[in-house]
């Protein structure tokens, strides 16, 4: 087990439960990414000396994915506030996690799903797919924050988390862990065709505001 070393992760901060596939997706997402395009890299690397640039590779990382794969369940919420707070530390900490949502929502639709929006996406009004979109937003959003007050913005135009995302958004003070809930919402919008825009994060608990909110601008497609 990883562990929970977070002074905040240890007073109680954190209540409650998360699906085993969110930190296993994250964890997972680490490794890809560490994992070097030729193997030979690694023979000649010192991973000892190298070990927070490859933590995904680490003996420990790799353990604890074993065991998240061989458990299944749920795992306390102060142990991934723990683990998300390892990964805020990383430069490339924000294109971890949006890999990371991306991931989440990929598997969350399902083969059959993602083969039926493939091939029947043009049958689907626009609007529709763009209201599909942000529910299944909300739905993993939920997952992962089960406590917090999701809504959907007024015009269908973002999503809004009150007390949100706190394994998340407060993993550190810059909110990196957010970018999760952004690869999330690229990630819907991509499958759902509801237009392929930016999605930006323009408020953060984490940083002061008193919500968050994530805004996608989509472009006709």
């Known amino acids: 087990m990883m562990p929970v070393d977070s002074p905040r992760a240890q007073d109680g901060e954190f209540e409650g439960e998360i699906p085993v596939h969110i930190p296993l997706a994250l964890l997972l997402t680490l490794r890809d990414l560490d994992t070097p395009e030729d193997p030979r890299e690694l023979e000649e690397m010192d991973l000892s000396l190298n070990l927070r640039r490859r933590l ?3 003996s420990v990382v790799l353990k604890q994915i074993r065991r998240y794969e061989e458990d299944g369940g749920d795992v306390r919420a102060a142990e991934v506030a723990s683990l998300f707070e390892l990964v805020a ?19 969350a639709f399902g083969r059959g799903a993602r083969l039926t929006l493939r ?9 529709l797919r763009r209201i599909l979109a942000w529910g299944r ?16 913005a007024k015009g269908m135009n973002g999503l809004v988390i009150e007390r949100g995302l706190p394994v998340l958004a407060t993993a550190d003070k810059g909110g990196r862990g957010c970018e999760i809930l952004s690869g999330i919402v690229d990630e819907s919008f991509r499958t759902y065709r509801g237009g392929e825009g930016g999605v930006s994060h323009p408020q953060c608990e984490a940083t002061g505001a008193d919500h968050c909110l994530w805004v996608v601008e989509p472009t006709p497609g």
């Open 137 to 152: 937003v909300k739905k993993i959003a939920r997952r992962l924050s089960p406590t917090s007050k999701i809504r959907i």
């Open 119 to 127: 091939f029947g996406w043009r049958l689907i009004p626009s609007g």
């Open 56 to 58: 995904g590779l680490s």
């Open 89 to 107: 530390k990383r430069i490339d900490a924000p294109e971890i996690f949006a890999a990371t949502g991306r991931r989440v929502t990929h598997e």
